[in-house]
């Protein structure tokens, strides 16, 4: 059953052109200029119940404007939506009941109350029974450690406070979907780490589907399988980490520090027949890159540990930041030629 089902959606701004200088801005006075400018291009993906799908693009991609077109905030100019069968902008009423939101910029709690009058405005707003809202509010409460917050006003909490209730309040109701949008922003590690398992319990016991949209590459690499890459309001990789990793990563590389001098010649002697590269730091300290499917750690490590006496090996793998940041830098026809080759494979595996 799909949660989430999009297709050819489309949307436009008419933004003013203003004409520069003296005379320009006079002209404006009494004549403006328009101009029609696409958010986002005709892009169509599908997300099952219970997936968390990361969506994610530099600033101005058009994730933000999906997520508003998702939640009934914005109506496309064109395309289809369908959230848990609805149509969001359509069947309003009906569609916000099975939603939960999560703006990491604004917030859904009234700010000189205490958090949970929040709580009881907004079960009163999604028409949640007395006991249903004790129930899923004493289980939020202690998942994310909320007791001693329950009573203060939202403008005294921290940031990290305030996005624990934030997310509380967005599952008062017990969505099938969440939609969050920056939800870690300028919070620290501890508070981060805390959010991202309370989000992978939240999917294991409840099966809520997550759509997640951030600039924090950790959060994706934490929660999500899938991940649906945008640039300039179109979608140019849709599929696993793993394939985008194998794909677009550079490969492993593997420090190693000897017990006796080393030289350049003797490194590449042993691992002659393979296709890495090698570079000596010093002569007790050696670093070898071993490129995606051409050659795996474990042979190399074979034929040099048998031979040389190792004190201590370091292997680091490109992470998913590295790889984004790559693509969106290289912006070449080629990076965007394999990324489309990936998003059809993906495509196809998620039929």
């Known amino acids: 059953m799909l949660a989430i089902d999009v297709h050819q959606l489309r949307k436009e701004f008419t933004v003013q052109q203003s004409r520069g200088g003296?005379?320009?801005?006079?002209?404006?006075?009494?004549?403006?200029?328009?101009?029609?400018?696409?958010?986002?291009k005709d892009i169509s993906f599908q997300i099952p119940k219970g997936e968390i799908c990361g969506y994610i693009g530099e600033n101005g991609a058009g994730k933000s404007t999906t997520i508003k077109m998702l939640t009934g905030i914005l109506?496309?100019?064109?395309?289809?939506?369908?959230?848990?069968?609805?149509?969001?902008?359509?069947?309003?009423?009906?569609?916000?009941?099975?939603?939960?939101?999560?703006?990491?910029?604004?917030?859904?709690?009234?700010?000189?109350?205490?958090?949970?009058?929040?709580?009881?405005?907004?079960?009163?707003?999604?028409?949640?029974?007395?006991?249903?809202?004790k129930k899923r509010l004493d289980e939020l409460v202690e998942r994310l450690q909320l007791s001693e917050l329950l009573s203060r006003p939202v403008r005294k909490l921290s940031l990290g406070q305030r996005m624990r209730c934030e997310l509380a309040a967005s599952l008062i109701h017990n969505p099938a979907i969440l939609f969050l949008?920056?939800?870690?922003?300028?919070?620290?590690?501890?508070?981060?780490?805390?959010?991202?398992?309370?989000?992978?319990?939240?999917?294991?016991?409840?099966?809520?589907?997550?759509?997640?949209?951030?600039?924090?590459?950790?959060?994706?690499?934490?929660?999500?399988?899938?991940?649906?890459?945008?640039?300039?309001?179109?979608?140019?990789?849709?599929?696993?980490?793993?394939?985008?990793?194998a794909r677009w990563g550079k490969g492993k590389e593997v420090v190693l520090q000897f017990a006796?001098?080393?030289?350049?010649?003797?490194?590449?002697?042993?691992?002659?027949?393979?296709?890495?590269?090698?570079?000596?730091?010093?002569?007790?300290?050696?670093?070898?890159?071993?490129?995606?499917?051409?050659?795996n750690v474990s042979e190399v490590l074979a034929r040099v540990v048998?031979?040389?006496?190792?004190?201590?090996?370091?292997?680091?793998?490109?992470?998913?930041?590295?790889?984004?940041r790559e693509i969106y830098k290289s912006g070449s026809a080629e990076a965007k030629r394999d990324l489309a080759e990936l998003q059809a494979e993906g495509a196809a595996a998620h039929v």
Not at 266 to 289: C, H, I, M, P, Y
Request: net charge negative; glycine share 6%.
């Open 22 to 40: 003296l005379k320009g801005a006079f002209q404006d006075l009494f004549k403006r200029e328009y101009k029609h400018v696409a958010a986002v």
């Open 75 to 133: 109506v496309p100019t064109s395309g289809e939506i369908k959230v848990n069968g609805f149509v969001p902008f359509k069947e309003r009423e009906k569609f916000v009941s099975g939603i939960g939101v999560v703006f990491g910029q604004r917030s859904q709690l009234w700010w000189d109350i205490g958090v949970v009058e929040s709580f009881q405005l907004l079960r009163k707003v999604y028409r949640v029974s007395e006991a249903d809202y």
């Open 181 to 245: 949008d920056e939800p870690t922003i300028g919070l620290d590690i501890v508070v981060k780490t805390e959010i991202r398992e309370f989000l992978k319990s939240l999917n294991q016991r409840y099966e809520t589907t997550i759509l997640l949209t951030t600039h924090d590459l950790q959060d994706i690499e934490a929660l999500c399988s899938r991940v649906i890459m945008l640039d300039d309001g179109r979608i140019i990789y849709d599929g696993g980490l793993d394939e985008l990793k």
């Open 260 to 295: 006796d001098s080393v030289t350049l010649a003797r490194l590449q002697e042993l691992t002659q027949g393979l296709d890495v590269a090698w570079q000596v730091e010093n002569e007790l300290s050696a670093k070898v890159f071993i490129p995606h499917e051409r050659a």
């Open 306 to 324: 048998g031979v040389l006496q190792i004190e201590d090996i370091k292997i680091l793998e490109t992470n998913t930041d590295d790889i984004v």
